[in-house]
């Protein structure tokens, strides 16, 4: 039964615990606890209308630093709530970020390859790859029309353009500094790339293919990870893991608002007028009310949750 918000349960993928947790939408207590996992649960994939969740096994190390990459790309069964197969992405190694094409199939960086995997949900299977033209690709996002995939390529300094239908590399666009995370607006016409160094977001015209604008982060000690623009465009949340802050950004990049949350916070999710924050150093999660533009309540979650998804 779907909660008064619309939706039925909350899937959280502990990094540190490695582990996919389902939680209560409603009361957030933990109610399945699925391990066993290799080194690392990283990020998350939900599609809601499938009844799915994909959660790739990157490595037991870092980006740039991973020496033992994973090949495994795990389904949920969101309704089961339980892990019902694995993908093998071999030879393709250390999977991470993954986003579903208009295509209907899924596209996920494997970065110690360096390529864009093509896998078939009906299949579950990779039937392509798309060379990234960068040392390791690390997140990757797709432009709402459907026309051009770019991922961002962290210790480079680069964010690869390749042509989705044709799945050809176009070229890179140089950033000045090595980065951390990749968003596009709502008009594609805007990639904002997060700075990994200085507390900075690199604002680049997709249509003259460079860096236009640097923005600082208000209130953002140090340098930033992930950014995440809201369903509806509205705003764009900034996490900052060394900071402990999230950032509450203005579409225009005119406002912004920096709220305390937890340590070392990571990816974001959705739901009505709320952003929920997880945060993958205390195992904390927090809810910050957007209208409000501050802090609402917080709960506990496993050892330290990276990704979050409603379904």
Request: aromatic share 6%; glycine share 10%.
């Amino acid at each position: 039964m779907a909660n008064a918000n619309g939706t039925r349960g909350l899937i959280a993928v502990d990094k540190m615990g490695g582990k996919v947790l389902f939680l209560n939408p409603t009361t957030y207590e933990t109610e399945v606890e699925i391990g066993g996992f290799p080194r690392t649960v990283h990020e998350l994939l939900v599609v809601p209308e499938t009844g799915l969740a994909y959660v790739p096994i990157f490595g037991d190390g870092v980006h740039g630093r991973n020496p033992n990459p994973q090949h495994h790309l795990c389904v949920f069964d969101l309704h089961k709530r339980a892990h019902i197969t694995t993908i093998d992405t071999r030879p393709y190694i250390a999977p991470h970020t993954l986003k579903l094409g208009p295509d209907g199939l899924i596209y996920i960086t494997c970065e110690n390859s360096a390529v864009v995997a093509v896998i078939d949900r009906k299949t579950n299977k990779v039937v392509e790859t798309i060379d990234s033209g960068s040392t390791n690709g690390h997140r990757l996002i797709i432009s709402p029309d459907g026309q051009r995939l770019y991922t961002e390529n962290e210790e480079d300094a680069t964010i690869s353009v390749i042509d989705l239908p044709k799945r050809k590399l176009l070229g890179k666009i140089k950033t000045p500094r090595p980065l951390a995370g990749i968003a596009i607006s709502a008009d594609g016409h805007t990639v904002v790339a997060v700075d990994d160094v200085l507390p900075t977001l690199f604002l680049i015209d997709t249509e003259a293919g460079r860096v236009t604008r640097e923005l600082r982060l208000e209130g953002a000690p140090k340098a930033a990870q992930i950014a995440r623009y809201a369903p509806d465009n509205s705003l764009i949340g900034v996490t900052s893991n060394n900071g402990d802050t999230v950032s509450l950004i203005d579409p225009s990049f005119g406002t912004q608002t920096a709220i305390k949350v937890g340590h070392q916070p990571m990816d974001m999710t959705f739901r009505g007028d709320e952003l929920f924050v997880a945060c993958q150093g205390d195992g904390s999660v927090h809810v910050i009310d957007i209208p409000a533009r501050k802090h609402k309540t917080s709960f506990q979650a496993g050892t330290g949750c990276e990704s979050l998804g409603f379904f």
